[in-house]
Antibody
Framework: EVFLAESGGGLVKPGGSLRLSCEASGFSFQYYYMNWVRQAPGKGLEWVSSIPPSGNYIHYADSVKGRFTISRDNAKRSLYLQLNSLGAEDTAVYFC????????????WGQGTLVTVSS | DIQMTQSPSTLSASVGDRVTITCRASQSISRWLAWYQQKPGKAPKLLIYDASSLESGVPSRFSGSGSGTEFTLAINSLQPDDFATYYCHQYTSYSQTFGPGTKVELK
């Protein structure tokens, strides 16, 4: 069974940084695209970033470009998201999701980790 | 970026009803569209991909149709477990986008 478990969320001050992790199990992690999607409290879903199996040709939403960095360690079956220069607008639950291809839907999701940016 | 809209934003229905949700894209996305169901405090769950393909394990009362810029999610004979928020998702471009969501609530 596919399982994705996010961690690393918490309370951070504006301008601060945080690193999220997503640990995968139950499938061959090294062959799949992986994504981060976030959801602000009471709002809809927003795609944040995607990374291919090889780790190159990474894509970001304009709202996070230059501030967030996605990465992966296939040996550790883990996905990461480095969040820098955080603002209140980044407060959200961050989900990792398995993608089916370069342009593909997301067939498995983690339970999410909450990031709160507040002074 | 491709913008996605959904209608209605809220839908009131009863158990046993047939409901439809519409998703429109600001430009053609062929059939690169998925539908997800989300319940409060939970992760989204994939229902439909490539506009009309039913994800394994999803009840057959869910169906998807459409291509280009207009898509529909239909739920036949609404069940108590189906009251949730539904999102469409286009993945034709590297900058993927979701629709704003449609909340299906009990009438």
């Amino acid at each position: 069974e596919v399982f994705l478990a996010e961690s690393g969320g918490g309370l951070v001050k504006p301008g601060g940084s945080l690193r999220l992790s997503c640990e995968a199990s139950g499938f061959s992690f090294q062959y799949y695209y992986m994504n981060w999607v976030r959801q602000a409290p009471g709002k809809g879903l927003e795609w944040v970033s995607s990374i291919p199996p090889s780790g190159n040709y990474i894509h970001y939403a304009d709202s996070v470009k230059g501030r967030f960095t996605i990465s992966r360690d296939n040996a550790k079956r883990s996905l990461y998201l480095q969040l820098n220069s955080l603002g209140a607008e980044d407060t959200a639950v961050y989900f990792c999701a398995r993608g089916l291809g370069e342009k593909g839907h997301f067939d498995s999701w983690g339970q999410g980790t909450l990031v709160t940016v507040s002074s | 970026d491709i913008q996605m809209t959904q209608s209605p934003s809220t839908l009131s229905a009863s158990v046993g009803d047939r409901v439809t949700i519409t998703c429109r894209a600001s430009q053609s996305i062929s059939r690169w569209l998925a539908w997800y169901q989300q319940k409060p405090g939970k992760a989204p769950k994939l229902l439909i991909y490539d506009a009309s393909s039913l994800e394994s394990g999803v009840p057959s009362r869910f169906s998807g149709s459409g291509s280009g810029t207009e898509f529909t999610l239909a739920i036949n004979s609404l069940q108590p477990d189906d009251f949730a928020t539904y999102y469409c998702h286009q993945y034709t471009s590297y900058s993927q986008t979701f629709g704003p969501g449609t909340k299906v609530e009990l009438k």
